[in-house]
């Protein structure tokens, strides 16, 4: 049993007790900093900020940085709600590219080619497409690009081998990818891509004119009639028509699982979907994959992620916010602990005579990939932004659908899709 203490003894307990603690509380109020940016970020892009804030400190050791991450869709939300109505703004917010262009033409993101920022330093640093993403028709560059998504054509080597398809069949035309595919169906069940509409995300960019969207010119005038477009709901319908997708759509359970039972042969996607199939969509599957280009010699981006400042943030914030984004944007250790932590492709062209791009992908076999991808990364075709390509992507995959599934003639839902976009494209 423990003696019962005195009233004296228990009186000075409390209050060395109570000194220890004010000591502690000045010591903290001390160390606190004097100023905190928030970034508003989603996965896995908080876990790379969170990691370059040790860097940061040592940079400005009186600013410290609190992280608000959302999961994606509700972190997009919760910005296009801060940037209506100011409330809740963050100092510094990332965007995936596809907001980014609903964002820019919208007004409430600051203008970084103007003071304080001047952005147009930086500019040949980064990959010439993915600034251009960023840059609204008035030439204003609404955000920073941190990470892009070159793309790729991963295949299934026991798949193809057990067809006889050699990888050059796959990759030379479109039109042998497809003819590929009904090899492939045929010997060994599975399927040449998860959805017919994959062919179309590339195709429509493919053959982007240098100043054009993918939906609108520099004018404003819609560009879905166009041939790339014919061509894009042609191949996939041709492909839906073969039997040679499995109609499964992209981050679905039947997707992942496609990946592990060896249903689907081939993903075209941004080389980040190599790191998504190695750590957790289907990790068993190591050693049975390797990246190529694109069929046809095409080149396409798919993703990417950028820092954007507020025009309604504090004044006196926005230099520190700024110096926050060129630490994460230009700093090549940054970027390079980015790719290697998270599979984040750097924007920065400085980082890629790194070692790292030569390095072997143990989830491809030994293939030292990044190289194809750094290479796509310097082709891809700057496409310019509109405020409506959000919706005009989801109206483009609505007539898709109708053809795929009703047999909607094409002339007519391109047709149909022109005379819906041409009235939002005013608005």
Not at 90 to 109: I, K, N, T, W
Not at 119 to 132: S, T
Not at 256 to 273: I, K, P, V
Not at 295 to 309: K, L
Request: glycine share 8%; hydrophobic share 45%; aromatic share 8%.
């Amino acid at each position: 049993m423990t003696p019962k203490a005195s009233p004296e003894t228990s009186r000075r307990q409390c209050l060395r007790a109570g000194v220890a603690w004010l000591t502690a509380a000045r010591g903290a109020r001390a160390a606190a900093p004097a100023t905190t940016l928030s970034v508003a970020a989603f996965p896995a892009v908080d876990k790379i900020v969170e990691a370059a804030i040790p860097t940061w400190r040592r940079m400005h050791p009186d600013v410290g940085i609190q992280v608000i991450s959302r999961q994606f869709s509700d972190h997009h939300t919760a910005m296009t709600t801060a940037l209506s109505t100011s409330v809740y703004l963050p100092d510094v917010m990332a965007l995936e590219v596809g907001y980014v262009g609903r964002f820019a033409q919208g007004g409430g993101l600051d203008d970084l080619s103007r003071p304080p920022y001047g952005v147009g330093a930086a500019a040949r640093d980064w990959v010439p497409y993915a600034l251009a993403q960023a840059t609204s028709r008035s030439g204003a560059v609404v955000a920073a690009p941190t990470d892009i998504g070159p793309g790729t054509l991963l295949l299934r080597t026991d798949i193809l081998a057990r067809a006889g398809v050699a990888e050059a069949e796959l990759t030379q035309s479109w039109d042998a990818y497809v003819e590929a595919g009904v090899r492939i169906k045929r010997a060994t069940g599975a399927h040449l891509i998860a959805h017919a509409r994959d062919l179309k995300d590339i195709l429509i960019r493919t053959g982007v004119k240098p100043g054009e969207g993918l939906y609108f010119d520099a004018r404003s005038r819609v560009l879905v009639t166009s041939p790339r477009f014919v061509r894009a709901f042609e191949l996939a319908r041709a492909v839906r028509r073969l039997g040679l997708d499995a109609k499964v759509v992209a981050w679905s359970n039947d997707w992942s699982e496609g990946f592990r039972r060896g249903t689907l042969a081939t993903q075209m996607s941004g080389a980040w979907l190599t790191g998504h199939l190695a750590h957790w969509l289907a990790p068993a599957t190591a050693g049975l994959w390797r990246a190529a280009q694109l069929p046809g010699g095409a080149y396409a981006a798919y993703g990417g992620t950028f820092y954007a400042i507020a025009r309604r943030v504090a004044p006196a914030r926005k230099v520190l916010a700024w110096d926050f984004i060129r630490l994460m944007t230009l700093d090549r250790a940054v970027q390079l602990a980015s790719f290697k932590s998270q599979d984040a492709f750097p924007a920065l062209m400085t980082t890629y005579d790194d070692g790292f791009f030569d390095q072997p992908i143990p989830f491809l076999g030994g293939q030292p990939a990044r190289r194809l991808w750094r290479d796509a990364a310097r082709r891809i075709t700057a496409v310019a932004v509109h405020k409506q390509d959000a919706f005009a992507s989801e109206v483009i995959d609505t007539e898709l659908d109708k053809v795929l599934d009703r047999g909607k003639d094409i002339g007519r839902a391109l047709a149909d899709a022109d005379r819906l976009l041409a009235q939002r494209a005013l608005r």
